[in-house]
């Protein structure tokens, strides 16, 4: 009689291993025998292969292991071979629900500025053919496939996509172009996707300038000042954390007077000394 060991997503002590993060799941043991049964949980697909071949792609169920060739039953595989099969071979899960992955970087506007970029993207394995698409065109190291890993490939068509649009846009313009630009990554990233069997739900962008001083004078320029307001407007807010009393001139663009005097200050402390002559 064979032995019937469980293959499965779960740890002894009952715990899934494919969390959120993990697209795709190499089971590590070497005990899938002849007669062992495979479980697929509802939001997993399972790939068996022996000797790098496929033989099938399962989807939710427990399903028996069945060789080509009945030669060994699992007892005697179990007495001989220590619980190893001749044929080797692997069980390979692969996630089907919904998970989101986050690429971050950076872009130039058209004044050659530098922007940074936050880039939410959702996907899933739809169908056991693209499972397939999975096994067989992206490589894994280890046991895992994980999201990270699939930022990897997708990044650099992210920075394209999203160049292609900053770089003949205005910085000020970069947000009225923001569905533009998510059009264009969404299209060159399904596009991409797909060759390895991954289904693009849904992309949120957000592009924002990577200097904090441009932010600042960007949201004053929102409020209606021209560029010279918006540098006088940002002084005058850290001349007031200072504590500094001329901060209001300074938004206003007038002389500080003290009853109408101008107060004048000595220049001598604020430069250095000149060098002495050796």
Known sequence: MAIRNVISTLTSQGEELMGPAILLYHYPGNDILNGSLLTVES?????????????????????????PQRVLTGAIQQAFYGGQSPWQYEAIYVNRAKLVIRA???????EMAQLQYQVDYYIHVDSTEDALKLVQHMPYEGHFIKTDEVNT????????????????TPLEQINERIHDITDLVNGHLQEFLSIYG?????VKVLVSPADELMKKLISLRAFGLNEEQAVRYYVAMIMAER???????????????????????????????PAKQV
């Open 43 to 67: 939001n997993h697909f399972c790939v068996l292969k022996s000797r790098g071949a496929i033989l099938n792609v399962y989807e939710t169920g427990q399903y028996p292991v069945e060789t």
């Open 104 to 110: 971050e970087g950076r872009a130039l506007s058209r």
């Open 153 to 168: 490939y997708a990044a650099p068509v992210l920075e394209q996509a999203i160049n292609q649009v900053c770089q003949v």
């Open 198 to 202: 991954i289904t693009l739900n849904n």
């Open 243 to 273: 504590g500094l009393i001329t901060a209001p001139n300074m938004a206003a663009g007038i002389g500080f007077t003290v009853q109408g005097v101008v107060p004048t200050l000595s220049q001598d402390g604020l430069f250095a000394p």
